[in-house]
């Protein structure tokens, strides 16, 4: 999968520091840049030098061919974001920038049913898309947004979310709670833990008769609803989550899995985009770090676990896993490794990006 230049169609601001930029998509590109509800993109940019690489959910209702694709993505101001800085200070209609094609599996394809997300910050990005789409496509579903924000000032389209609230008065239902403000209606101010959703859930709607739960933003708030949601009885294969704003600190057991490596090194067998090579591992290299010494075209954004961008088969071998915050547990029990944290344990290993 590579990199295509698009042109920026319109920045829209959202707040103080968010924005949304929609891009162009040529005719040729329809097919590839056409997205399934839930997805991301991953964006590109050279800076002193150095290419960096940021993810960023789409926010916009997927449209069936032959529609003309709209690529609208959600972006928030990071301190010391070397991608986000520039987006909301510097990129403006008419620019370049450089996209890959829509990936994820934090995705929902319409169909009928009722489901729910909790959401934190710019956690509503993909949720948006997903409960739009659904809505608009299946006549029968329903949907409840729970969703949380630091101020009103703060949250990140809410015109948006009103208008599917207005649209679909009877089967979306919204219930949007502050931490750090004051209202005179709606739930207390507060952060959204385990134990308030473990009050809350149920008297907002039948838990056990949603058909999917999908949980964005923030580790904390999370892992808070994951926590609620598995104490209110409801199974982890109706659990779907995508992880923003990882706290390197983080000591979560199960996500960080300690280091192993081969202590002679390894020989490394990847394929990618068709082509196979074979190449040593560097002593207590990633995965990704071996490939991209030899293939510059390899897939990665955060490097941090968190995206999935780079998500490959373990065809044979073993490799340890630093952390995971991306894959769902049925991906790694079909085998399914980060590259960006994984390293070889055995002596050799073989990988495949394609599959």
Not at 101 to 114: C, I, Q, S
Not at 230 to 244: D, K, N, R, Y
Not at 286 to 305: I, M, Q
Request: contains cysteine; aromatic residues 6%.
């Amino acid at each position: 999968m590579r990199f295509h230049p698009l042109r920026v169609r319109e920045v829209e601001r959202l707040t103080d520091d968010a924005a949304a930029v929609t891009f162009e998509v040529p005719p040729e590109l329809h097919d590839a840049f056409r997205h399934v509800p839930g997805q991301h993109v991953t964006l590109r940019r050279e800076v002193d030098g150095v290419e960096v690489r940021r993810t960023y959910s789409i926010c916009s209702p997927a449209v069936p061919a032959p529609a003309e694709p709209v690529l609208k993505v959600g972006i928030r101001l990071v301190e010391g974001g070397a991608f986000s800085t520039y987006a909301l200070k510097e990129l403006s209609a008419g620019d370049t920038v450089d996209v890959m094609p829509p990936m994820g599996r934090f995705t929902l394809r319409p169909r009928p049913g009722r489901f729910a997300a909790i959401v934190g910050g710019s956690g509503i990005t993909p949720v948006l898309s997903i409960a739009a789409t659904l809505l608009a496509e299946q006549p029968d579903a329903r949907f409840c947004l729970v969703r949380t924000d630091r101020t009103a000032a703060s949250a990140m389209f809410l015109e948006e979310v009103a208008e599917l609230k207005d649209r679909h008065p009877d089967r979306f239902h919204l219930v949007h709670t502050l931490s750090r403000e004051e209202r005179q209606a709606g739930l207390p101010t507060g952060r959204l833990d385990a134990g308030r959703l473990v009050d809350l859930l149920p008297a907002l709607l039948p838990v056990a008769d949603v058909d999917g739960w999908f949980l964005c933003g923030p580790h904390g708030l999370v892992r808070g609803a994951e926590s609620a949601l598995t104490a209110l009885g409801v199974p982890a294969s109706a659990i779907h989550q995508e992880i923003f704003h990882v706290d390197d600190a983080s000591p979560d057991a199960g996500e960080r899995t300690g280091r192993r490596t081969a202590p002679g090194g390894s020989k490394l067998t990847a394929t990618l985009d068709g082509r196979m090579g074979v190449w040593p591992a560097g002593g207590g290299e990633t995965l990704l770090e071996t490939v991209l010494r030899n293939r510059s075209d390899a897939p990665y954004a955060c490097k941090g676990g968190v995206c999935g961008t780079c998500r490959v088969k373990l065809v044979s071998g073993e490799v340890s896993m630093d952390r995971n915050f991306a894959l769902e547990p049925e991906e790694v029990s079909a085998g399914y490794v980060l590259a960006c944290q994984s390293r070889p344990v055995t002596e050799a290993v073989e990988v495949d990006f394609d599959a």
